[in-house]
């Protein structure tokens, strides 16, 4: 049986909710290969169940958890140029 939208919304909280619970003050972060310890970037935590965090090394203290199927979802689109930049109109 299919699931109704009130239920995939009360799913999505309740994974939300158990995602944003787990403590991950000892997490390991990774930054992309080739930065540098002081230079700005995004870094990631992988969490359990699949599940991702990410935060920028410059706000350490704001992080985003990602489950597994949202994170699978934006790698996906990121390696199909989903999030590729427009060139500015002054460029």
């Known amino acids: 049986m299919a699931e109704t939208e009130e239920q995939i919304k009360a799913r999505k909280e309740r994974e939300r909710d158990e995602l944003y619970a787990l403590d991950i003050s000892d997490a390991e972060w990774y930054g992309a290969p080739g930065t540098e310890e002081h230079e700005e970037r995004v870094e990631i935590a992988y969490l359990p169940g699949g599940a991702v965090?990410?935060?920028?090394?410059?706000?350490?203290?704001?992080?985003l958890r990602y489950t597994e199927a949202e994170w699978r979802a934006f790698v996906l689109g990121a390696r199909d140029g989903e999030f590729d930049l427009e060139p500015s109109p002054e460029a």
């Open 53 to 63: 965090a990410m935060r920028s090394s410059l706000d350490p203290d704001t992080v």
